[in-house]
């Protein structure tokens, strides 16, 4: 479970160490993991935002997608470059990293779409149904043991989620929500997907290929959809895949100095930054639902990472030296 939620604000993992191979970790270390990955949060966040400015400027989806993808693929060749070098890049699973990059694709659609239906603040909410979804399709697909405790989490989560969007009163548009909640399903499935890829490929490897592989349909929707701008929209556009690059290197070292279970916590906040750039930009605060809501399924996800974390402990414990 600890990798179908390790990304929620971002399509694109990192491959997480085994139990047999995890590095043993220092308290420095530790805080270390955890300040990167409050970075890599509020630049998601700013990322969101972002968006929403451009597509307020003009931008459409076809472009912020592309922007995204273009600029953190030439950011992550030149960290290729000068470091590991391109041989690095060779993989025997190409098959995969196509799969991968096809949900990728849907799960990224969904997730930039939610943040231009609904509220930064709503749309960060809904993401975090992130390992709600994760044990459902961990019990689907993987055909993975799910107990009494982590099915009642489920519940619990989904109560909240039916306190934030409130069908029927017109609270939030419902066209929005259900793009929010699909965006999630599918953040948890391409988690699935990369705990197989994962096996063999690295980090970058794997990011590497869901960027260069996504780049031409997106080039084409691109394409199709060329618009003029201003310098300013431009600039902002650029900003999206430089700041979601950048955020999604963070997101990698993160989990390479703290345990992942350690980490995660800190992805809740980014509803504060949600909130704070949906006030200072666009003047938008969250509804009483959301208010209500939000802490419910934040509680249930933090209650899915921690009996997942138990449920390990005796693994854990059995192959420690």
Request: net charge positive.
């Amino acid at each position: 479970m600890d990798q179908r939620i390790l990304w929620r604000h971002s399509i694109e993992a990192p491959a997480l160490p085994s139990v047999e191979t995890a590095p043993h970790y220092t308290p420095d270390r530790v805080l270390l993991g955890l300040a990167l990955r409050l970075l890599a949060v509020a630049g998601l966040a700013t990322m969101s935002a972002l968006i929403k400015l451009a597509e307020n400027r003009g931008a459409n989806l076809a472009e912020t997608m592309f922007f995204r993808q273009a600029f953190a693929a030439m950011l992550i060749l030149g960290i290729v470059v000068t470091g590991p070098g391109l041989a690095s890049l060779r993989t025997q699973r190409f098959g995969a990293h196509v799969r991968r990059t096809a949900v990728g694709l849907v799960g990224m659609i969904t997730t930039f779409g939610a943040v231009l239906l609904l509220p930064l603040a709503d749309a960060t909410t809904l993401q975090f149904t992130v390992p709600i979804f994760g044990t459902l399709l961990g019990a689907l697909i993987l055909g993975e043991q799910v107990g009494i405790h982590r099915w009642a989490a489920v519940v619990v989560g989904f109560i909240g989620v039916l306190i934030v969007t409130q069908p029927g009163t017109g609270a939030l548009p419902l066209g929005g929500a259900a793009v929010g909640l699909v965006a999630a399903m599918f953040v948890a499935l391409v988690a699935i997907l990369l705990r197989q890829i994962g096996r063999t490929e690295s980090a970058l490897t794997t990011v590497f290929w869901f960027s260069a592989l996504s780049i031409p349909p997106l080039g084409i929707a691109y394409a199709l959809n060329l618009q003029q701008h201003d310098a300013l929209t431009w600039a902002i556009l650029a900003g999206v895949g430089l700041i979601g690059g950048l955020a999604q290197l963070a997101l990698t070292a993160a989990v390479r100095h703290a345990p992942v279970s350690t980490v995660i916590p800190m992805d809740y906040s980014s509803l504060f930054w949600g909130t704070l750039y949906g006030w200072l930009l666009f003047g938008t605060l969250p509804g009483w639902g959301t208010v209500l809501g939000a802490p419910i399924i934040v509680a249930s996800g933090l209650y899915i990472v921690w009996r997942e974390q138990v449920r390990r402990r005796p693994v854990t414990e059995a192959v420690s030296p």
